[in-house]
T-cell receptor, first 114, second 117 residues
Framework: AQSVAQPEDQVNVAEGNPLTVKCTYS??????LFWYVQYPNRGLQFLLK??????LVKGSYGFEAEFNKSQTSFHLKKPSALVSDSALYFC????????????FGDGTTLTVKP | DTEVTQTPKHLVMGMTNKKSLKCEQH?????MYWYKQKAKKPPELMFV???????INESVPSRFSPECPNSSLLNLHLHALQPEDSALYLC????????????????FGAGSRLTVL
């Protein structure tokens, strides 16, 4: 079985401040972890992934995420938030043995205020 | 071409109508997916096609009928839908792990917003 949790429905930050969007996961085997972003009335866009290798993963638009195996977490971070980062963010996990079927978290709405 | 194209963008249909949603990609992806998404909720997997064969059906009601005519096209045929089926329907595609390239990173279309009256 695989599951993912995003404990915060909403994250508010001021422009220029660092941001963190939290994600924890549970899988039986090795985790494949993903972050996607969704702007209003659009599909989801891929930001970054962790499959194997370095625990710190860098992705699109200046975002990064750190894989922490002991805490089963994959938090999304950005050093300096932009108003245009405001969107709905989804963490997703797939067990390495579960081909084709990713499980999405409930999503976190990020609001960046000027 | 790095896009997944979905048509129509909006669809309004009655409960007795028959309609279809269409999806197209030209990225060489051999896995294609249908997801259903309600407002501010995560996408829910409906169907997965691998090499044009249905590999996952998440116990979706038979009023939804998927079809994959070739490696670039994916359809979702709709018949006798209920008002609770109103949602954003997202198509996605990805490489398969055996293709060894960016496995399982999903590329989503913009979606078809369906309203059932």
């Amino acid at each position: 079985a695989q599951s993912v949790a995003q404990p915060e429905d909403q994250v508010n930050v001021a422009e220029g401040n660092p941001l963190t969007v939290k994600c924890t996961y549970s899988v039986s085997g090795n985790p494949y972890l993903f972050w996607y972003v969704q702007y209003p009335n659009r599909g989801l866009q891929f930001l970054l992934k962790y499959i194997t290798g370095d625990n710190l993963v860098k992705g699109s638009y200046g975002f990064e995420a750190e894989f922490n195996k002991s805490q089963t977490s994959f938090h999304l971070k950005k050093p300096s938030a932009l108003v245009s980062d405001s969107a709905l963010y989804f963490c997703a996990v797939r067990d390495s043995t579960n081909a084709g079927k990713s499980t999405f978290g409930d999503g976190t709405t990020l609001t960046v205020k000027p | 071409d790095t896009e997944v194209t979905q048509t129509p963008k909006h669809l309004v249909m009655g409960m007795t109508n028959k309609k279809s949603l269409k999806c197209e990609q030209h990225m060489g992806h051999r896995a294609m997916y249908w997801y259903k998404q309600k407002a501010k909720k995560p996408p829910e997997l409906m169907f997965v096609y691998s090499y044009e064969k249905l590999s996952i059906n998440e116990s979706v009601p038979s009023r939804f009928s998927p079809e994959c005519p070739n490696s670039s096209l994916l359809n979702l045929h709709l018949h006798a839908l209920q008002p609770e089926d109103s949602a954003l329907y997202l198509c996605a595609s990805s490489h398969l792990e055996r293709q060894g390239r960016g496995a399982n990173v999903l590329t989503f279309g913009a979606g078809s917003r369906l309203t059932v009256l």
